[in-house]
């Protein structure tokens, strides 16, 4: 069931059945036979698809234009002592519930060429905001970054998709985007905004507000789309007191998740730090956008975690919380990233992120498709004395980051 806008009533599909007369001694069944060899239409859009998951190391960024900020591209001149001293290793995964579609214009350009043309843009991401390449990846409804000292999820509220000119999937998008490059101009000085101490964990909240007000401005007439989205993220912010630290400021509001998993001989000790959930009521989180009450300044909760080397960070859509529960979370991530070191010697660490954020994904599909699991969406319904079964059939998205100390004379 898709999540709730504020204020509606929820929309659910149930089947309907034909009570058999008391004489019969079974149910009336009805078979369907075709003379074609048509395949029939799955009802969920997957018999035309991968069943593997889209996945990579760190989100694409598309060839800068005049018209990209300065902010966006790459600085291969940046002085080492402007550089964090610790980086994000990353791996991403995501499933989207049903294929996903298209943003409109102008958001979305046409490739240009054709195949054989050497100047062809064919393969290239055609998702543009003010003549600027959108920085992440969709997957339904959700957005992606990966980047090596910020991660983001973003999951827009499907029950837009119901609507007339409702494009969640733009609003989660456009959010994380102008959100990616606000935290990058902080982080190189590119923006006059103080660090305003512990309490706005150097201007990432402040940072999310100006994204959700250009958001807001793209999406506004002539090209009024409407949405809404939860919001997550977790940005690497230098050394820490203390030898071998760092602090890592997380971000939220809504459903998503964010933990931060430290390799441990205890599954229960393993899990350092997650955040909370946060509903108006359930099935309908707090969240960003059209008609919405909630804002970053009020509703954001900001929380300072101190992280080491070899912490792996996670930030998920509901879509894979919803289906596993976090002890399941950590004990996949850790047995992935074993097997892979065991099967992959020597070979990039981000690679094992990859790898681990696919099992996640995959394990959690699994659930999802499964109408007679048990999951935490469950649970939570019948706590909600709704009578809820299976997982829930939803996008799943998950960035995966291991923190790392960046070598000397690494950009």
Request: hydrophobic share 35%.
């Amino acid at each position: 069931m898709p999540a709730r806008i504020p204020g509606s009533i929820a929309v659910r599909s149930y089947q309907a059945y034909i009570a058999s007369p008391l004489t019969l001694p079974k149910p009336l069944r009805i078979q369907l036979f075709h003379t074609t060899t048509t395949r029939l239409r799955d009802p969920h859009g997957q018999s035309n698809r991968s069943r593997n998951p889209q996945s990579g190391l760190s989100t694409p960024i598309s060839e800068p234009s005049e018209a990209t900020p300065s902010s966006l591209k790459a600085k291969p001149d940046t002085a080492p002592s402007t550089l964090s001293p610790f980086l994000f290793r990353t791996g991403y995964a995501a499933w989207p519930k049903r294929p996903p579609r298209p943003f409109p214009p102008p958001f979305f350009s046409p490739p240009s060429g054709s195949f054989s043309d050497p100047l062809s843009t064919h393969n290239r991401s055609h998702d543009r905001v003010n003549g600027v390449p959108i920085l992440g990846v969709t997957n339904g409804d959700d957005a992606l970054f990966a980047g090596e000292r910020f991660l983001c999820v973003n999951d827009g509220v499907g029950a837009w998709g119901l609507k007339d000119r409702g494009c969640a999937g733009l609003w989660s998008r456009l959010v994380g985007h102008f959100w990616a490059g606000e935290v990058e101009g902080l982080a190189q000085g590119e923006k006059d905004v103080e660090k305003e101490g512990e309490g706005n964990g150097g201007g990432v909240v402040g940072a999310l507000s100006r994204a959700f007000e250009k958001t807001k401005e793209a999406l506004s007439e002539p090209n009024a789309w409407l949405g809404t989205t939860t919001v997550s993220s977790a940005l690497l912010d230098g050394a820490a007191e203390g030898e071998g630290k760092a602090v890592l400021w997380v971000t939220q509001l809504g459903d998503c998740k964010v933990m931060v998993v430290r390799p441990s001989a205890s599954i229960e000790e393993n899990i350092i730090f997650r955040t909370e959930e946060q509903y108006h009521y359930f099935d309908c989180p707090r969240q960003l956008g059209t008609n919405s009450p909630d804002t970053p300044e009020i509703n954001a909760v900001l929380d300072k975690v101190q992280v080491e080397e070899g912490d792996i960070v996670l930030a998920m859509s509901d879509g894979v919380t919803d289906n596993l529960w976090e002890h399941e979370i950590a004990r996949i991530l850790l047995e992935a990233r074993d097997k892979w070191a065991q099967e992959h010697a020597g070979e990039a660490v981000a690679g094992s992120m990859k790898y681990a954020a696919r099992e996640i994904v995959l394990e959690a599909r699994k659930i999802a498709e499964d109408v007679f699991a048990e999951s935490p969406y469950m649970e939570k319904g019948v706590e909600e004395g709704l009578a809820i079964e299976g997982g829930k059939r939803d996008d799943i998205s998950v960035v995966v980051g291991i923190v790392e100390r960046r070598k000397e004379g690494a950009g």
